[in-house]
């Protein structure tokens, strides 16, 4: 089992689908603080036994030790996939799709946090392929769609 990686625990699991999330949003980790209230863990030790067994069991990295530095390790199921390499057509393909759910937003008078969330997931998804430039080019116009959501909540 040395090579093998181990799968998470249920909470184990919760944890790091809190940290890829949040990731996705912010664009950098959260602190252990942070993973503690979301996920109503009862003190920041405890967070941190749960980070800690999922960089033991290889589906997290810490950068050199420095704060909010958390990195989630993608794990291909070889089974389903034979590569995470995207190829050119891809993802042009994909950035085409995000810009169309981009262009539905800013279209829509009514923009909800939910479809906001779900553009959030979508550019998260385009990170975690390796698709960088494009995450930075759609960052600006997601802090212009979350400020016209919580200007229309006021």
Same mark, same amino acid.
């Given at each position: ?11 184990q ?17 959260? +602190? ?19 980070v ?13 030790? +420095? ?56 550019v ?18 997601? +802090? ?11």
């Open positions: 089992m040395k090579d093998e990686i181990m799968r998470p625990t249920k909470k699991k919760a944890t790091l689908e809190f940290i890829g999330l949040f990731i996705g949003q912010h664009g950098y980790s959260p +602190s252990y603080r942070e993973i503690m209230t979301a996920l109503n863990y009862s003190s920041v030790a405890t967070v941190a036994l749960h800690n067994s999922l960089i033991k069991r290889g589906h997290l990295r810490k950068r050199d030790h +420095s704060a909010r530095s958390l990195e989630v390790v993608k794990i291909a199921d070889v089974s389903k996939l034979q590569s995470n390499e995207i190829k050119p057509g891809e993802e042009k393909w994909l950035i085409e799709r995000v810009e169309y759910f981009f262009r539905n937003l800013d279209q829509d008078t009514k923009l909800e946090q939910k479809k906001l969330d779900e553009l959030y997931v979508l998260g998804a385009l990170k975690v392929l390796g698709l960088d430039g494009a995450v930075q080019s759609f960052l600006p116009k997601l +802090s212009v769609l979350k400020k016209r959501v919580y200007t229309s909540r006021q």
